[in-house]
Every structure is written in structure tokens, then in C-alpha cells.
């Protein structure tokens, strides 16, 4: 009987399980959104809602705290410096878990867990720095083209050019080879003479 044991095996051992929800959890707070099957998803809300939780205390001790988990700095600091002001009037329920249907191959039910909050940071419009950088690059761009297209044309000439040589060696060879016949055959000619001659 399992009294009083709670949370899902996921067919591991504890310390996979462990090492698991820290590299997912790491991943959600990085990226926002990930995919995964419906009870890892459902498991790992649990674990990262107590992390959430953590940081809006913002103190030493809970940022230590949430490093024995997640063990990249620049996500810790993520975590404490922009989510945890974005949930601090949320008493709670900081991700969302959408079904996706099951996946092909072994038919596992597939979820999508996100932070809640994530779309609306993503929906906001570029800012103007970015759309000045991509002219510019478009504009590099350009020259590389017409140097690549330059060199295929070289390229494209020294082959014409490697035909044509070819081809000229190769008349020559064959003119070489019928002038030799004509000299045989004019040869065997004058033979013929010469012996009809003599008879």
C-alpha cells in the first residue's frame, strides 16, 4: 500500500528524479515555456511553484536556497530580479499546463508547462534598436552575395576555360592520329608501286 507516500516515480530513482526537475526547471525559467510529457509537466509544477515562492522572499538565505537546485547564476538572478516582481501580488499558481495530445511513436501524453505571464512579455513589440541592427545587417549581406556570385562566375570561366583546352588537346590528338594513318596508308601505297613495277 502506498500511504502517505506522495509525487509520481516517473520510473527513476530519486536522485534521477531530483536531477531531472532541476535541469527542467532550470530550462522553464530560462526559456518560459518548454514541452514535455503530461506528468513530468505535472510534477515539475510542483517543484518550481516552491523555487517561485522562494525568491519573493529575497533574502541571502532564500537565494541560497534556490542555488542548491538551480545551479546556473544567470537564471538565479532571472528568478529573483524580474519573475518574482512579476508575481509578488500572485498568491500562487505561477505556471500553466496545457494538454498537446499524444505524441507518435509511443503515444505518451505530451503537455506544454509555461510561467503564467510569459505570453504577454512575448507579444510586446521589437524595440527600435533591434530594427535598426537588421538593415544593417541585410546591407553586409548584400556585398557577400555579389562577391559569391563573382567568384561563381570565375569559378564558372576557369571551367569553361579547362573544357575548352581539353577539348582542343583532344582534336589535336586526333588530328595527330589521322595524319599518321595517311602517312601508312600513303607508305603502303608506294610499296604497292613499286613492287608491281618490278614485276
Same mark, same amino acid.
Given at each position: ?6 509525487? #509520481?516515480?516517473l ?6 528524479? @531530483?536531477?531531472?526537475? #532541476? ?14 510529457? @503530461?506528468?513530468?509537466?505535472?510534477? @515539475? ?10 525568491s519573493?522572499k529575497?533574502?541571502?538565505? &532564500?537565494?541560497r536556497?534556490v ?5 546556473? #547564476? ?12 512579476r ?24 503537455? @506544454? ?20 541592427? !537588421? ?9 557577400? !552575395?555579389?562577391e &559569391? ?11 569553361g576555360?579547362?573544357?575548352?583546352? !581539353? ?9 595527330s592520329?589521322?595524319?599518321?594513318k595517311?602517312? !601508312? ?15
Amino acid at each position: 500500500m502506498r500511504h502517505r507516500v506522495t509525487g #509520481r516515480r516517473l520510473s527513476r530513482t530519486s536522485e534521477h528524479r @531530483l536531477a531531472m526537475m #532541476r535541469n527542467m526547471s532550470t530550462a522553464l525559467f530560462d526559456k518560459e515555456r518548454i514541452t514535455t510529457t @503530461l506528468a513530468k509537466a505535472k510534477e @515539475l509544477r510542483r517543484f518550481t511553484e516552491k523555487l517561485v515562492t522562494l525568491s519573493k522572499k529575497e533574502t541571502l538565505h &532564500a537565494r541560497r536556497r534556490v542555488l542548491r537546485h538551480i545551479h546556473d #547564476r544567470a537564471v538565479v538572478a532571472k528568478l529573483f530580479d524580474t519573475l518574482s516582481a512579476r508575481y509578488a501580488e500572485r498568491p500562487g499558481g505561477y505556471t500553466r499546463v496545457i494538454k498537446l495530445g499524444p505524441r507518435r511513436g509511443d503515444n505518451a501524453e505530451m503537455a @506544454l508547462i509555461e510561467l503564467v505571464g510569459s505570453e504577454a512579455h512575448e507579444s510586446s513589440p521589437p524595440s527600435k534598436t533591434k530594427a535598426k541592427k !537588421k538593415p544593417a545587417k541585410a546591407a553586409k549581406a548584400e556585398p557577400a !552575395k555579389d562577391e &559569391a556570385t563573382d567568384e561563381g562566375t570565375e569559378k564558372k570561366t576557369a571551367k569553361g576555360t579547362k573544357k575548352t583546352t !581539353k577539348k582542343a588537346t583532344s582534336s589535336k590528338k586526333t588530328s595527330s592520329k589521322a595524319t599518321k594513318k595517311t602517312t !601508312k596508308k600513303t607508305t603502303a601505297k608506294k610499296t604497292t608501286a613499286k613492287k608491281t613495277s618490278k614485276d
